[in-house]
């Protein structure tokens, strides 16, 4: 872990609230780490449905796959998570750890081995002990209690520098729901691959199919939305728990209902939220970029474009460099194979259009420029002029702290 | 430019003999750079032919516009490359300079100015004053002779460390031909974008529509399979002259003609040497790595694979790093969006497995594997299992001198 908290890390940290249905504990089960908590046991009440979305990765980690399984039945007890090791590309081992592990948090929470979901994080190709969880699993259950949602967010870090929450609150008809989010991820990470994991749990009662499709609709602009290095994970998990235990919530069956409007938007909140919180603490960021791109053909197109412009190591390195290089911006966009006109193309740098209908903006002003990429959040739109396609990504800079981190530690 | 010569740069520099029906010069023009050549003419004997492949850039240069235009009549009399302005991103200003430059060129070499293709390097989005040109052009013309390519490889340098040259010999028949090649490209570079340039001249007799052939086979598995940072400049160009100057060539019309087999394969090696320097002279690179992918369903699977993991930064921070970091190539095989099956996958660092069927290969010698990451070049193989798919790429490792090069030139 890192000793230092990124310079981009939240003023704040919300106080979390307890989540009617939800009880955490941490552990020190010494997977990898010393010293520190490395699992995470949260229970859930009965009747608690889930919901999730994963890696794209044809490589996936044994806990991807156990929860691909086993979110079929749309039902959970118990969430395990451990950082240190990620169980991923770890072959038959890594199916014997899973089952394992299932099966000891299963006898600890009195529940079913296919009720429980699992994610894990850390070094890639190890195989995880899986026995590792016994001796502290009946200890986890037993002191679970609701609202430690800090202390679990902390117990998933691997080399993020601080622990990531959210939390909001929604109306669904008479009832008041509450929505928790912890996240964890900030690249990808020494001494191996790190994963972004993200859990979310509300006290709301919604079946488990309408959940499925809040969630990836709540992922689109979200956590899909970021990059730090566009290298994606085997492990990326986002798992959301729905208690039905909110006083009075009543059960929501279909996604489309339209009691959910307060809480989908607070849901897309909270999502965003910690999104954000993961660009913020990218490996070696000194700058939090949003990047928006208007005027493509399309939604998807313009996404394309912009994480063209995004993943560009060469507009990553001039941002850390606070230089408002609106060619390597061109570059980005050419490369992307997207319809874009070249003379049609505008940018703008801090909201100042740098650059007009293919050329250089004959009226920009350098020094004020300048004054804009000093600050620690960039803001960098392109207007392609094509269509009415918009779209928008959060991204941070490429500095050399990144090579130190992801390249250095064995020198 | 670089003060120091990349550590990777070939151990020695090929005598460059002339190519009948090809004079040049170098002059310094004051683009940007001072106290260095920055403007190369090259004449060509009348019956000159002409093949060109160009950036995919939605957003390209000007001169890559004017020569996709001028290369139909399949004839040129000069080429006319400049560095320190790339002359890209500058609207209307951009074609007035192609045209100024190209009449300058028409002028000295006594041919229209259809028949002057063009390249520039360097700065984007900053006007290019075409009449720079006039008080050299003249001059060029009347100094220009054979055997300059050394000299013409130097003028056309941004930040590249070192002059990229190649030279092969090949019998057409009863004729002896001679292919010369010339290269610029580092990456992208600080102050702003540079671009892969490359020039190849032979004094064989070829039509224009079989060296456009050659030429777009040829790139395929050279040029095509290098990357350094995964950022496409606006400007890439590749050029091939053929005089058919050289005695005795037998004038041939069509790729597939049988005699050109020799040729083919010289043209090859001219084309693989000059990308290779290329990879040698990635900005900030300590390492060139070849990455061979095999077992997939297709080459072009093979392709995007092995591309994946040639732009990860995670792999080539590893690399960096010295470190055989097999699970971040498990990672970019995962992402890449192409079949794959996890537990039939196997890796290689310098032609000893690490991995092996979805895990950590049990017998192999982290010593052994540790001595290889230690060499200055890296050989990386991964085999998918799948079908008969197999590519090559290379690149080079992502150092903390990439990101000085792209990003510390403000600070």
């Known amino acids: 872990m890192s000793t230092s908290v ?51 990765s044809k490589c996936p980690s044994a806990p991807v796959e156990w929860c691909r399984a086993n979110l079929k039945s749309g039902k959970a007890r118990a969430l395990v998570v451990n950082s240190g090791n990620a169980n991923a590309f770890t ?56 609202g430690e949602f800090f202390a679990a967010a902390k117990a998933i870090m691997t080399t993020d520098t601080f622990p990531k929450v959210a939390t909001a609150y929604a109306r669904i008809g008479e009832a008041t729901v509450t929505i928790n989010g912890i996240a964890k991820g900030a690249g990808m990470i020494a001494p191996d691959m790190a994963t972004m994991l993200s859990f979310i749990f509300t006290d709301a009662a919604i079946s488990a199919p309408a ?23 085997t492990s990326d998990t986002l798992m959301m728990f729905a208690t039905g235990q909110a006083a009075g919530a009543p059960k929501i069956a279909r996604a489309a209902d339209p009691r ?34 208007e005027g493509a053909v399309s939604k998807a197109s313009a996404r394309r474009i912009a994480m063209s412009i995004a993943n560009s190591p060469l507009v990553k390195t001039a941002i850390a ?27 703008w740098f801090g909201g100042i259009r740098v650059a007009h209908k293919g050329a250089r903006d004959p009226g920009y002003d350098e020094a004020a420029v300048s004054a804009e990429m000093k600050k620690p959040e960039i803001f960098l739109k ?3 002029g094509l269509g009415k396609g918009r779209d928008r990504v959060l991204t941070c800079d490429l500095t050399k702290e990144y090579i130190a981190i992801n390249g250095d530690y064995r020198s």
């Not at 009720?115 to 002191?143: C, H, N, W, Y």
């Open 321 to 347: 460099g606070e230089d408002a290089n609106w060619g390597r911006v061109v570059m980005a966009v050419g490369k992307a194979g997207e319809p874009a006109d070249r003379d049609k193309l505008s940018i």
């Open 6 to 56: 990124s310079l981009l890390a939240p003023k704040t940290v919300p106080d979390m609230p307890a989540v009617a249905g939800v009880r955490l504990a941490t552990a020190q089960a010494g997977i990898r780490y010393a010293n520190r908590t490395d699992v995470l046991l949260a229970l859930f009440d009965a009747g608690t449905t889930v919901a999730g979305v994963f890696t794209k």
């Open 91 to 146: 072959g038959k081992s890594g199916r014997v750890a899973t089952k394992l592990t299932a099966a000891i948090a299963a006898k600890a929470a009195g529940c079913k081995p296919s009720e429980i979901v699992l994610a894990s994080t850390g070094v890639i190709g190890e195989p995880l002990d899986g026995s590792k969880f016994a001796p502290v699993m009946q200890s986890l259950a037993a002191r679970a209690q609701p």
């Open 211 to 233: 959940l499925q499709a809040l969630l990836k609709d709540g992922v689109a602009d979200t956590f899909n939305a970021v990059t730090v290095d566009g290298d994606t994970s």
């Open 260 to 293: 959910l409007k307060a809480f989908k938007k607070a849901l897309l909140a909270v999502l965003a939220n910690l999104a954000e919180q993961v660009a913020r603490d990218g490996e070696g960021a000194r700058k939090l970029v949003e990047i928006v791109v």
């Open 382 to 384: 392109v207007a392609l």
